[in-house]
Structure formats: structure tokens, C-alpha cells
């Protein structure tokens, strides 16, 4: 199956950058919203974002007006009968993803593949709510969804031959790398990133170093692009701790109990870059960090 036309369900960070990159291709792509402020705001924060990636000579004007042109948004869910691929972008809420699921099971064409950019949830349980669930897999895009070559392609118990090489070869048109995943809680990236950061977080509580220090140990140790605690906020305190406990629920492994400071801070509503404070503090219009750390 030859996929032309992308619904992103969803317009936050995540959907917003899908819809930039699969736009950027030369794909059909349409982003839906609960309302059509939202999905009006989802429009300004995707130009606004390719603005600074053309102040940084990451994109250039002509990429900017392919990625518009190929754009509709909108808050109807009847717009995206006719998609190739729907990729639900929306939180890892079992409850709200199956609802949307049996939504678009009605309102799209046979043919129609349907996905989730979870990091955490069972497909297979996801696809249960479909007539046909050999047409659903997992498309698990990483932040920044711009920059990251890697997206996990994940097969559900009953995901078919076709619909996993679809999904595929859709990864490999945005000019990214896929990899195949069979389902297991928090697949691969998940899995082993979320104990690292957990693990920092126990070193910072107990006053091992500080978090400045964690950081630049990891980075400079080990190469780390940036520090466990910045990716933490970067990611966001609170979409990690909901990570963190449904893998404990899950596993029943100690790795995955939350430090009692990931709780602190995201009952305090310090939950990293898009509250401007975290771990570390950061700027609210640009992202970046503020050098002095946040104290705590």
C-alpha cells in the first residue's frame, strides 16, 4: 500500500512534528484538534517552530511553503476519511486512544492503516478496538520528532506482514530509520531510557552531586547529547512519571518505581522545558536552558 494522505489526530508537540515532517515529504497531511482554536494554535506553534529552524539554516523558506501547502487543520474527525494512515498523537490514556480508535474505525476507508505514537501501551489491546486490527501497529516518533532519525515500528499480536512493510516504508519516505519491535511494555527506547533517568533522579535526592554535575558526568562520559536530568524535562516530569508507573504496574520491577522527587515536582507543576521549570530552568519562548539551575 502506497501511503499519499497522513491524519494526525492530535496537535501537541509530538502530532505538530509529525505533521512538519510528513508534510515536508510531500505528503497530504491533516492535523485535527478537540476545537478550532486549537488546531489554529497548532498551526502558529508549527510556523513559528519552522521559523527558528530557518533562522538555524535547518529549513529553508521553500521547505517552509511545502510543509503549509501540504497542511489542512481542522477539528472535525470526519476530515480524515479518506487518509491512508491515521496516527493517533494524543496522551498515553488507554481509555481515550481506544475512543478515538472505534471513532476512526467508522469514519475511514478499508484500506486505512491506524497507528499510535504511544510509548507505553499495549497495540494489541489498542487494536481490539478496530474490525480489522491486522491494520494497526505502533509508530513510536522521538522527540525532537524534527531532528530524531529513529522511529520504533511495532508490531501488535495481530498486526499483519502488509501492514508492518506500509509502516515501514512510510518511516523510510520521512528519510528516517525504523526498526522492527515486537510488543513488550515500553518497546525498546522506553524500556531502557527510563531507568537511566530514574536512576539520576535517586543520585540527585540523595545528594550524590549535583544536578549540573549528573548531567555533565553523562555527557561528557559517556556522549550523551545532553544530561539525564535535562532530557527528563525535555521529555516532560509528567508524560515520564505516567511512563513510570504503568511499566511498574506492568513489570513489577523496582527500576521502574518513580523517585519520590519525579512526584514532588510534578504535584508542584514543575514539569520541565514547556512549564519553564524542572530540574533546570528554561527559557518559555526558545526552550533553551537557563544556566543556573533550578534549586531542589
Not at 508549527?46 to 521559523?51: G, K, Q, S, V
Not at 501501551?121 to 509508530?139: F, Q, V, Y
Request: with cysteine.
Amino acid at each position: 500500500m502506497q501511503i499519499k494522505t497522513i491524519a494526525v489526530i492530535g496537535g501537541g508537540t509530538m502530532g505538530s512534528g509529525i505533521a512538519t515532517v510528513t508534510a515536508r515529504a510531500g505528503l497530504k497531511t491533516i492535523l485535527i484538534e478537540k476545537t478550532q482554536d486549537l488546531a489554529m494554535r497548532s498551526l502558529e506553534n508549527i510556523t513559528r517552530e519552522m521559523n527558528v529552524q530557518i533562522a538555524r539554516w535547518a529549513m529553508t523558506e521553500a521547505e517552509k511553503k511545502l510543509v503549509l501547502a501540504n497542511l489542512e487543520v481542522g477539528a472535525e474527525l470526519p476530515l480524515v476519511q479518506d487518509a491512508d494512515l491515521a496516527i493517533g498523537a494524543i496522551p498515553d490514556d488507554f481509555e481515550l486512544q481506544e475512543m478515538i480508535l472505534k471513532k476512526l474505525n467508522d469514519i475511514c476507508q478499508p484500506e486505512t492503516i491506524f497507528s499510535t505514537v504511544t510509548g507505553v501501551l499495549s497495540i494489541t489491546a489498542l487494536a481490539s478496538a478496530l474490525d480489522r486490527p491486522e491494520k494497526m501497529l505502533g509508530l513510536h516518533f522521538l522527540n525532537p520528532v524534527l531532528k530524531t532519525k529513529l522511529v520504533e515500528v511495532i508490531r501488535g499480536f495481530r498486526t499483519s506482514d502488509d501492514t508492518y512493510a506500509a509502516g515501514k516504508a512510510f518511516v523510510s519516505s520521512l528519510g528516517k530509520k525504523s526498526i522492527e519491535v515486537f510488543e513488550s511494555s515500553g518497546f525498546i527506547t522506553t524500556r531502557l531510557i527510563v531507568p537511566l533517568l530514574n536512576e539520576a533522579m535517586y543520585a540527585l535526592l540523595e545528594g550524590v552531586a549535583t544536578a549540573d554535575d549528573i548531567d555533565t558526568a553523562m555527557k561528557l562520559g559517556y556522549n550523551m547529547p545532553m544530561g539525564p536530568l535535562e532530557l527528563a524535562d525535555r521529555i516532560g516530569l509528567d508524560i515520564l512519571l505516567g511512563f513510570m508507573e504503568h511499566l511498574f504496574k506492568e513489570t513489577g520491577e523496582s527500576k521502574f518505581r518513580p523517585c519520590p522527587s519525579l512526584k514532588k515536582y510534578v504535584r508542584a507543576q514543575y514539569l520541565g522545558v514547556k512549564t519553564g521549570e524542572g530540574f533546570f530552568k528554561y527559557d518559555k519562548d526558545t526552550g533553551r536552558r537557563i544556566p543556573s539551575p533550578f534549586p531542589g
